[in-house]
């Protein structure tokens, strides 16, 4: 059975890792055992319904029942994702888990995926990220799980490398920040490299053949004092080439890595800021068809992001709170095109009457059409309408004394 080890920065359980997940399992044997490792999110009291959704995900997405264990004797294939990097370190390590993962790299063979969290601890040393971050510890390392030193590898991997969410402060390198990132790299023992998998990307390591993929939308980030290469997604290239550039090789003096030509997949994120404003493109147009499909596209995208156990950027919580302002919109731009068709016909009618002299008419025509709802404003450069609320009673009767 081929053997695979899988890192990804972020996406693991979204559509924008389908098609890596797909890609490693083509290669298991009928009837291969799965196991999902939920340690590093075990303590959190959503645990049960984190590892449904992930196990809906592989199901239908990728075509493996997957089972929850604490362990991975006998796993074909082996995925842990989102958490706390230091509550799963703690837990493997007192469990026998973290040597099992070693051995299974070593031994090549099996799939082996980890992200996010999980993936922190592939290195030498850990990010504590929750406790750095959300707790305001000072910025320190745990000592890792180190699947890296079995392919040759001396470094960190640093997941969410390329992460933005802070907006007006550095959220990047897993929530470090630059200022905190420098720091540490000097606590690093000598010679060690940061690896940095950007979010929604995979860094995939053939272990038979020790080829080398970066797949998804950012790139392999190789960090090392005063060097930095950048390996975008499509790159094909090979182990010996990312050794080489971890131990301080320059990229001229290793086999250049050949990009692909790749068509990145739109996070979830992405999605929500496009239909919104292609929704108030539609409106503005009018076009209520194309609006109302804008609505029933991002429904859509809604269900094929429902298992994300990660929740990108807000989330699919986030879309549904657009999807309910879009339909809001929808009714009332629907209603609004409605009155056009009769409003503006009826605008002209009373232009004309102005022209005609006939005052009385055009204001009784005016407050009618106020009765029910639409607003004309005279101005020097002539009428204009908007929609309001109905000023009168139905019929446009006045209530009796």
């Known amino acids: 059975m081929p053997g695979s080890l899988v890192l990804m920065g972020s996406g693991e359980t979204s559509p924008t890792m389908v098609e890596v997940h797909r890609a490693v399992a083509r290669g298991l044997r009928t009837g291969a055992r799965a196991v999902l490792l939920d340690t590093p999110y075990a303590f959190q009291e959503n645990a049960a319904d984190i ?66 969290a999980a993936a922190c601890t592939a290195g030498l040393a850990t990010v504590p990220v929750y406790e750095i971050y959300k707790v305001g510890a000072e910025p320190h390392w745990r000592e890792g799980v180190d699947l890296l030193k079995t392919l040759g590898l001396r470094a960190v991997l640093i997941p969410h490398f390329d992460n933005a969410e802070g907006g007006t402060h550095d959220t990047r390198y897993c929530y470090l920040g630059e200022r905190r990132l420098s720091r540490m790299e000097r606590e690093l023992p000598p010679q060690t490299a940061v690896l940095g998998l950007d979010e929604h990307t995979a860094l995939i390591i053939d272990l038979e053949s020790e080829a080398v993929e970066v797949a998804g939308r950012g790139g392999l980030t190789v960090r090392r004092p005063g060097a930095v290469t950048v390996l975008p997604a499509g790159t ?17 003096t290793v086999a250049p890595p050949q990009p692909a030509v790749v068509e990145p997949a739109v996070t979830l994120e992405e999605t929500i800021r496009s239909c919104e404003e292609l929704f108030k493109d539609a409106v503005g147009e009018p076009d209520m068809v194309a609006a109302a499909q804008l609505v029933l596209y991002l429904e859509a995208e809604i269900v094929k992001w429902a298992a994300d156990t990660e929740e990108d950027s807000g989330g699919v919580d986030q879309a549904r709170e657009l999807l309910r302002l879009l339909i809001a ?28 002299g006939r005052y009385e008419v055009a204001d009784a025509l005016r407050e009618a059409m106020a009765r029910g709802g639409v607003l004309v404003e005279d101005t020097p450069t002539g009428s204009r309408w908007s929609p309001g609320p109905p000023s009168g009673p139905p019929g446009g009767r006045a209530p009796e004394a």
């Not at 959704?53 to 842990?80: K, P, Q």
């Not at 007192?94 to 051995?103: E, H, K, M, N």
């Not at 290239?237 to 050794?243: E, F, G, K, P, Q």
């Open 51 to 116: 590892s449904a959704r992930a196990r809906r995900y592989f199901a239908r997405s990728v075509g493996l029942e997957v089972e929850v264990a604490a362990g991975v004797t006998g796993a074909d294939w082996v995925f842990s994702g989102p958490g706390s990097p230091t509550y799963a370190l703690d837990r493997w390590a007192a469990s026998g888990v973290a040597g099992d993962l070693r051995a299974r790299v070593r031994s090549r063979q099996g799939v082996t995926v980890l992200a996010s």
């Open 236 to 252: 094909r290239t090979s182990l010996a080439v990312v050794r080489g550039l971890a131990e301080g090789a320059t990229p001229g």
């Open 329 to 356: 919109r929808l009714g009332a731009a629907a209603a609004t095109a409605n009155l056009r068709t009769l409003a503006e016909p009826l605008l002209d009618l009373r232009a004309d009457l102005r022209r005609a």
